[in-house]
């Protein structure tokens, strides 16, 4: 994702359009961007139901916030942004099922430094289209399992391709723990995916 793209000409008429209070403007915001918007509340959010909430609480987010808009950069960067923290919120306001310890899923090492069970060497995954998107469902099933602060690093730098820094401030964390959360929540993992994807060390 270019965080730094500055806006395209069509957003920068319909940023206009929404600022002098267009009835369509609102309308053209959620046909361009709600799609691409409710796929990224949905990698945060398992319930269908919460993934359009979020969604919808953000586009009356960015609508309120417009004055606050500098047009700098990319309409669509900017609403991602706000869903994310929408999905966010979303997330800290719902019960959460019992999670597995972080530590549980780390690698454990020997007295000398060794790791005790060494890593296996992946096979290929499946290629097929149909066998893409199964993969894909199960990887997401995996990551949910992670422990929810490990796991929303691990979807904010890796699957939304934020930078760290951009991290640290949406999570209200200095940057080094972004770094260690992101490296604990790739080694745990890899240790769920193992089974499914290992083959001989």
Known sequence: MDQDAPPTHSDLELLASLRAGEDAAFETLVRRYGGRMLSVAKRFLSNEADAHDAVQ???????????????????????????????????????????LSIDDLLPKFKADGHQEAPCSRWNAPPVADMERAETQQLIREHINKLPESYRTVLLLRDIEELDTDVVAQILDLNPGTVKVRLHRA???????LDPLFGGKP
């Open 57 to 99: 609480e953000a586009f009356l987010s960015a609508f309120k916030a417009l004055a606050s808009f500098d047009g700098r950069a990319q309409l669509g960067t900017w609403l991602h942004r706000i869903v994310v923290n929408a999905a966010l919120m979303k997330l800290r306001t719902k019960s959460r099922h019992p999670e």
């Open 186 to 192: 790739r080694q745990a993992l890899r240790t769920l």
